[in-house]
């Protein structure tokens, strides 16, 4: 067998503190050097130019650059190269370099004269996959991809064999649709032993749970003459305290009209350590999935969000419904079905045109999607005639009309 027909031998480098040098500053270096960046390596480029993504590294302090071609003694006390040139008789120079040294080298250029592959590689909470499949890059990189996915969603079983420390999260499930959820958030379920949900979660996840694991519905906790959000403390720190790992799983994001904080707290006060997982929010990504932006160029440069499921003349809204009346952005109204018409009320009496464009994105991101356009003159008929129910996002501004104009 010929030397380079030999397979490669895996092995885990540790470069931390240890001179890497990288000939080139291109597009190979500028996908190479973010990893050794985060294995903490002594980083040193050599070329006469790099990319722009490389110079940010380099004025961000995390690599050093030497503007110049490669020479002769390069490599001297490096651990490992990076041979990635546009001059062929450079890279074979500095191979020879490499060579001799004996630093393990890698070539971009001609694989089979490295004394080093780089593996497609990615990670997963602790777990780093690498993968080698000779002069297949793209196998590799679908393999790599496959796993790593794997592992993140739990389809790919890898038990841990220590014990495991119970945890407690609070994970936002996004907008409904299973696909939105974090990678984070998705894997915590995957290990949780119970599972504490919303109404508004992202439901078709919780059929592929474990049968072990227990799922308890927040809306059916019972709660007696105590508030419901007490009721759901109560039994988050129960579970808690009891050993198991639990997952709050919310709709949207856990700080965005989600009570999260409230939650945090209460586990705080037990001495219960949470984290928390953020999630897409509902009152960005339902009116994009249905086909408005909630900012556009030359038509609205901000965007406020705000709950409406306290009426505009409530004593106890915290809403200044007079102030937002007069901004010219977006106005994304949440939980506000109810109380649209007496906000649009509102709205046009302290100034808001009665034409402005109002869309509602009722069960964005799910199969049962659908969106109803009006104006602040006619949403509250709208609504009322279409048997528009929550959930639902209302969308309040000109970037309405965009979204009018983009549909199929």
């Excluded at 050794?36 to 110079?55: C, F, G, K, Q, Y």
């Excluded at 949780?192 to 592929?208: F, K, T, W």
Aim: negative net charge; contains cysteine; hydrophobic residues 45%.
């Amino acid at each position: 067998m010929h030397e380079n027909d030999a397979p490669a031998y895996p092995v885990g480098l540790r470069l931390a503190g240890r001179r890497v040098v990288v000939l080139g500053g291109g597009q190979v270096a500028q996908r190479r050097l973010p990893s050794l960046v985060a294995a903490r390596a002594e980083v040193v480029v050599v070329s006469p130019s790099v990319t722009a993504s490389v110079e940010a590294m380099v004025d961000a302090g995390e690599v050093r650059w030497e503007r110049r071609r490669y020479q002769p003694g390069d490599l001297a006390d490096a651990w490992y190269a990076v041979v990635a040139t546009d001059d062929p008789q450079a890279n074979a120079a500095a191979s020879a370099e490499a060579e001799q040294r004996r630093v393990w080298c890698v070539r971009s250029d001609d694989a089979d004269a490295a004394t080093a592959w780089t593996p497609a590689t990615g990670r997963s909470e602790g777990v780093t996959v690498a993968v080698l499949t000779g002069s297949d890059p793209r196998r590799s990189a679908a393999v790599r991809d496959a796993v790593v996915e794997g592992l993140r969603d739990g389809t790919l079983a890898a038990p841990h064999h220590r014990a495991r420390t119970p945890f407690v999260a609070l994970v936002g499930g996004g907008p409904g649709d299973p696909d939105l959820i974090t990678v984070r958030g998705r894997r915590l379920l995957t290990e949780a032993d119970v599972v504490i949900a919303d109404r508004l979660g992202p439901r078709d996840l919780l059929d592929e749970l474990p049968p072990h694991v227990e799922v308890i519905d927040a809306a059916k906790i019972p709660y007696g003459r105590a508030m419901a959000q007490e009721a759901i403390n109560t039994a988050l720190i129960e579970h808690a305290k009891a050993g198991r790992s639990v997952v709050r799983l919310k709709g949207g994001d856990p700080f965005v009209f989600g009570r999260g904080m409230e939650e945090v707290q209460a586990l705080a006060e037990a001495g219960i350590a949470c984290t928390v997982v953020p999630g897409i929010s509902s009152s960005i990504s339902v009116p994009e999935v249905a086909g408005i932006p909630v900012t556009h160029r030359g038509v609205a440069h901000e965007f406020t969000v705000v709950s409406g499921h306290v009426a505009p003349d409530d004593p106890s809204s915290l809403v200044d419904w007079a102030a937002l009346a007069r901004l010219r952005g977006t106005l994304v109204l949440m939980m506000a079905v109810e109380r649209i018409g007496e906000i649009a009320r509102t709205l046009v009496a302290h100034g808001r045109d009665a034409e402005t464009p109002v869309a509602i994105v009722q069960e964005g991101t799910t199969a049962a999607q659908r969106r109803v356009d009006a104006t602040l003159a006619t949403v509250a008929q709208t609504a009322s005639a279409e048997g528009i129910r929550p959930p639902a996002v209302i969308v309040i501004g000109d970037v309405v009309a965009l979204g009018s104009a983009n549909r199929g």
